[in-house]
């Protein structure tokens, strides 16, 4: 028996660092909806490590297309480009300290539980991460009775205001009223 049919989400854009962002906060508002709130984090690094290498490397131009789609347990989220050059993965290790790229895949590998790419086509290509989606909250399970009530030679619960209604000590002058230290 399948519990939640298919879920898709797809945006199409221009990988510029101002798009990047929206897309980001589109994936995260879709996730939140889905109630898959403790993917946020992973899937928005992965889509933006994944946005930002078309930006950097896609030729001939920077449209593509992220597409998250739910299919029961597995989040899968991907990007669609019109450079059919496939990313270079180097080894992490051989990446300078200070160098400003060559770790994004690396990222995403670390973040996801599954990633590729694909050809799409003859111009273009896909490159691809999963997660797992947490298991759907089961509906509590009821509380159980309650104990009956036990006969009123119980010794009442102890009032704060019994506290309060002693009589005021004759000897000591009695507070004023709080004041507000806001004027009006």
């Known amino acids: 028996m399948i519990s939640h049919p298919s879920r898709h989400c797809t945006v199409e854009l221009q990988a510029l660092p101002s798009r990047i962002g929206q897309v ?3 994936v995260s508002a879709q996730l939140r909806y889905w109630h898959l709130d403790p993917l946020i984090d992973r899937a928005a690094l992965g889509v933006t490590e994944l946005l930002t290498n078309v930006h950097r490397h896609a030729q ?3 449209t593509c297309v992220v597409e998250i789609e739910l299919l029961l347990d597995q989040l899968m989220v991907s990007v669609h480009d019109h450079d059919p050059r ?3 993965v180097g080894d992490i290790d051989e990446v300078s300290p200070t160098a400003t790229c060559g770790r ?3 990222m995403v590998a670390a973040v996801s539980e599954n990633w590729g790419v694909r050809p799409d086509g003859e111009s273009g290509k896909v490159v691809w991460f999963t997660l797992t989606a947490p298991a759907p909250a089961t509906p509590a399970a009821p509380a159980p009775a309650r104990p009956p009530r036990r006969a009123a030679a119980e010794k ?4 704060f205001v019994t506290e309060v209604e002693h009589p005021v000590d004759g000897h000591r002058p009695q507070h004023a ?3 507000s230290a806001v004027a009006g």
């Open 104 to 106: 994004g895949l690396a």
């Open 60 to 62: 001939p131009d920077k």
């Open 177 to 179: 009223p709080a004041r």
């Open 24 to 26: 980001r906060r589109i």
């Open 156 to 159: 009442p619960a102890h009032r």
């Open 86 to 88: 496939l990313p270079v």
